[in-house]
């Protein structure tokens, strides 16, 4: 077949030499990992679909992913596990987030995988989501930005990358049963923008549809989410499959669902003998089965599957660790930093360090995510954890010998924690202290915004002891610091992956200048969410086979669009850290604003290295009021490396979509004629500078 023809001609030249029952084959696939005899070309993994040789389509041989190749449980796997979802969004670089993509799709080609089940963009918008680690933060400019990127590195490779979970699949908690409730409008202007952008940057050729109900309907069979809005309004033109275990009836393919993923977790196979016979009865039509294979195989080609079939090979692990490291240095965020404690100084005689199991690894989020790279230690699963999946894994990069190899004429000492008043009395006679506190989430549950065991209490022991005391916080996101004013500097290292122990060192020690910025909202307070009280928390729900099936209840998004610092800005409520935030070891000065108007909104204005060290500022641009509407939204940004002393312009150019509200009655964005008021500074809360333009009215197509 000619290669210069369009993916779509191509596969209608196949699908024209196609029976319905191989159409229809391709349109469910199974779950290996739960075969007893697997076939002989599939991988032990998430999923496997068979190709047709005698029409030259290969098999989907597909895992999960986005922070890595995922381990399945093979054996002795050498996969390099990336930072996770937060970490890279911290870093708030889409170049990064690019090479992060690619390094883990050349990963999947040598180990034969063509399908990569990455690309989640779910935003944060309650802190204890337990799958937050996995996702790009709160914002849908920043998320799709950086989701966008890191797919269209993995499709760089010539496989396929997913982009999921569609939609408003925002908590763990009853995920199967749950449904989303939102106003359209809120949908399209927040967690459907996400996508939306996500895919017109990194054109996904498959899209993940979720496990929860969006206004009572599943949302692999919500035909407004899947045909409505993905293939009407958005032109979306790859297919969608399903979540493992998401598909309730033969009627999704009517809704908009191209191929059901991981067959054995359904009720019944519903897209084989039950769709054939829907068809041959006239309740699902032939030409919906040809929509159906099209989509799949378009992508196929689109992607590069058929020029450039998948052969196993070794991995170059040492190089792809670096890709990992580099993200991770990257994204650490400083929130505190007293009288200039970090970096230590290299005469630091005594360093003590404390607790998060710094002498094992890091540690990383668990779930169908989960990479398990040779070394990795695990400790078993807390109460209320999934009944599948494994324990809480550290990855073999222990801090506490990273730091050991920067102080090399020091005495650093290790200490586990375990006993809040030992380690106090060894903080006294410290130089410095560092103390590590981890949290462990994953996949099919939620967690606590609060440390987990005693953990406050034994940084609040150290830093009472030792106000020289550096906290360098894992975590899958925001958690409450009840010890944070006792503490002389804070760090927020995220899981950071293959090489995150030394990741965390180069930070402490100033060989590397932090960078990263919060890509969430740290409340205060549980006070401070828009659910308080978590839904569902009332059913004490445990995931898993033989678990009991929770009782459906609704989850209400009253705060609409204005997720995160957005309503923070609404409210007036200070949180405990803003969007955006993060310190330096430099300074930086903003000046000379200028806003410039029209089609939309042009900022420029000079950024200055007022600091001693060479380092990078990330100028944010805002949307603080419209004509019309009053939420300030992030509209832009920019990454400045910049020598001690010095100035360079900045100029961030407002997308003219993210100026306008989704407008029901017109089906369309409406931006509003007249004058725009924007703020640039180093996070949401601070407006180093402030201007205004005039903008011209606009309709814009979804």
């Known amino acids: 077949m000619n290669p210069k023809l369009s993916p779509d001609r191509r596969a209608d030249l196949v699908i024209g030499q196609m029976t319905l029952d191989e159409q229809i084959a391709l349109l469910h696939g199974v779950f290996p990992r739960l075969m007893a005899k697997p076939p002989a070309d599939a991988i032990q993994a998430a999923g496997y679909v068979?190709?047709?040789?005698?029409?030259?389509?290969?098999?989907?041989?597909?895992?999960?992913?986005?922070?890595?190749?995922?381990?399945?449980g093979r054996k002795d796997d050498d996969a390099t596990p990336l930072p996770s979802g937060v970490a890279l969004a911290a870093t708030w670089d889409p170049k990064t987030a690019f090479a992060s993509g690619a390094m883990i799709g050349?990963?999947?080609?040598?180990?034969?995988?063509?399908?990569?089940?990455?690309?989640?963009?779910?935003?944060l918008r309650d802190p204890r989501n337990g799958r937050n680690f996995e996702?790009?933060?709160?914002?849908?400019?920043?998320?799709?930005?950086?989701?966008?990127?890191?797919?269209d590195g993995i499709q760089s490779n010539h496989i396929v990358s997913t982009i999921k979970h569609?939609?408003?699949?925002?908590?763990?908690?009853?995920?199967?049963?749950?449904?989303?409730?939102?106003?359209?409008?809120?949908?399209?202007?927040?967690?459907?923008?996400?996508?939306?952008?996500?895919?017109?940057?990194?054109?996904?050729?498959?899209?993940?549809?979720?496990?929860?109900?969006?206004?009572?309907?599943?949302?692999?069979?919500?035909?407004?989410?899947?045909?409505?809005?993905?293939r009407t309004d958005w032109h979306y033109p790859g297919w969608v499959m399903s979540d493992w275990g998401a598909v309730h009836s033969v009627a999704a393919a009517k809704a908009g669902l191209d191929q059901e993923s991981g067959q054995q977790l359904?009720?019944?196979?519903?897209?084989?003998?039950?769709?054939?016979?829907?068809?041959?009865?006239?309740?699902?039509?032939?030409?919906?089965?040809?929509?159906?294979?099209h989509r799949l195989l378009r992508s196929m080609f689109a992607a590069g599957l058929f020029e450039h079939p998948i052969q196993a090979d070794g991995l170059d692990t040492a190089a792809d660790s670096l890709v990992a490291g580099h993200a991770a240095e990257q994204g650490i965020v400083l929130l505190k930093n007293e009288r200039g404690l970090l970096p230590l100084a290299a005469g630091a005689r005594r360093i003590l360090v404390v607790g998060g199991h710094a002498d094992v690894g890091v540690i990383s989020g668990g779930g169908s995510s989960q990479v398990i790279p040779p070394g990795s230690?695990?400790?078993?699963?807390?109460?209320?954890?999934?009944?599948?999946?494994?324990?809480?894994?550290?990855?073999?990069?222990?801090?506490?010998?990273?730091?050991?190899?920067?102080?090399?004429?020091?005495?650093?000492?290790?200490?586990?924690?375990?006993?809040?008043?030992?380690?106090?009395a060894l903080a006294r006679n410290a130089d410095v202290v560092v103390v590590f506190a981890t949290q462990w989430a994953s996949e099919g549950m939620d967690v606590s915004m609060t440390l987990p065991g005693e953990q406050d209490a034994l940084i609040?022991?150290?830093?009472?002891?030792?106000?020289?005391?550096?906290?360098?916080?894992?975590?899958?996101?925001?958690?409450?610091?009840?010890?944070?004013?006792?503490?002389?500097?804070?760090?927020?290292?995220?899981?950071?992956?293959?090489?995150?122990?030394?990741?965390?060192?180069?930070?402490?020690?100033?060989?590397?200048?932090?960078?990263?910025?919060?890509?969430?909202?740290?409340?205060?307070?549980?006070?401070?969410?828009?659910?308080?009280?978590?839904?569902?928390?009332?059913?004490?729900?445990?995931?898993?086979?033989?678990?009991?099936?929770?009782?459906?209840?609704?989850?209400?998004?009253?705060?609409?669009?204005?997720?995160?610092?957005?309503?923070?800005?609404?409210s007036g409520d200070k949180p405990l850290y803003p969007f955006g935030y993060g310190l330096s070891y430099s300074a930086f000065r903003y000046s000379g604003l200028k806003v410039t108007g029209g089609k939309t909104l042009t900022a420029s204005f000079t950024v200055t290295n007022t600091g001693p060290r060479a380092g990078t500022e990330t100028p944010q641009l805002y949307l603080t009021v419209g004509p019309r509407r009053r939420q300030q939204r992030l509209i832009g940004w920019s990454k400045v490396a910049l020598n001690p002393g010095e100035s360079r312009p900045v100029t961030v150019v407002a997308p003219q979509r993210m100026l306008a509200d989704w407008d029901v009655k017109a089906h369309g964005w409406r931006v509003d004629g007249g004058a725009y008021k924007v703020a640039v500074g180093p996070d949401a809360a601070t407006a180093a500078l402030e201007g205004s333009a005039m903008v011209q009215a606009a309709s814009l197509k979804p």
């Open 50 to 72: 068979p190709g047709l040789s005698r029409l030259g389509i290969p098999a989907l041989t597909e895992s999960d992913a986005s922070l890595g190749i995922a381990n399945a």
């Open 106 to 123: 050349k990963q999947a080609r040598q180990k034969g995988f063509n399908v990569l089940l990455a690309g989640g963009v779910n935003l």
């Open 135 to 151: 996702y790009l933060g709160e914002d849908p400019l920043l998320a799709g930005t950086m989701a966008g990127a890191s797919i």
């Open 166 to 230: 569609f939609a408003i699949n925002d908590q763990e908690t009853g995920r199967m049963v749950l449904s989303a409730e939102i106003d359209e409008t809120a949908l399209r202007e927040s967690d459907l923008l996400a996508f939306e952008i996500a895919i017109e940057a990194g054109h996904p050729g498959s899209v993940m549809c979720a496990y929860n109900r969006v206004g009572g309907i599943y949302a692999c069979e919500n035909p407004f989410l899947l045909t409505d809005v993905l």
């Open 266 to 293: 359904d009720k019944k196979v519903f897209f084989d003998a039950p769709l054939k016979a829907a068809v041959q009865g006239g309740d699902v039509s032939a030409a919906r089965v040809r929509e159906m294979t």
């Open 377 to 424: 230690t695990s400790f078993p699963k807390p109460k209320g954890a999934p009944l599948w999946g494994d324990g809480q894994m550290y990855h073999p990069s222990a801090p506490l010998a990273a730091i050991r190899a920067r102080a090399p004429g020091g005495e650093v000492t290790f200490n586990d924690g375990a006993d809040p008043a030992a380690a106090a």
């Open 460 to 570: 609040a022991a150290v830093t009472a002891a030792n106000p020289k005391t550096v906290v360098v916080l894992e975590t899958a996101g925001p958690v409450l610091m009840p010890w944070r004013d006792g503490a002389g500097a804070i760090l927020e290292a995220w899981y950071p992956g293959a090489r995150g122990g030394e990741a965390i060192a180069k930070v402490l020690f100033g060989q590397v200048n932090p960078q990263g910025r919060l890509p969430m909202t740290f409340p205060a307070s549980e006070a401070q969410l828009a659910r308080p009280t978590l839904p569902g928390a009332d059913q004490a729900i445990v995931e898993g086979f033989g678990a009991p099936t929770p009782k459906p209840f609704d989850v209400h998004y009253p705060e609409g669009s204005d997720v995160g610092y957005r309503g923070f800005a609404k």
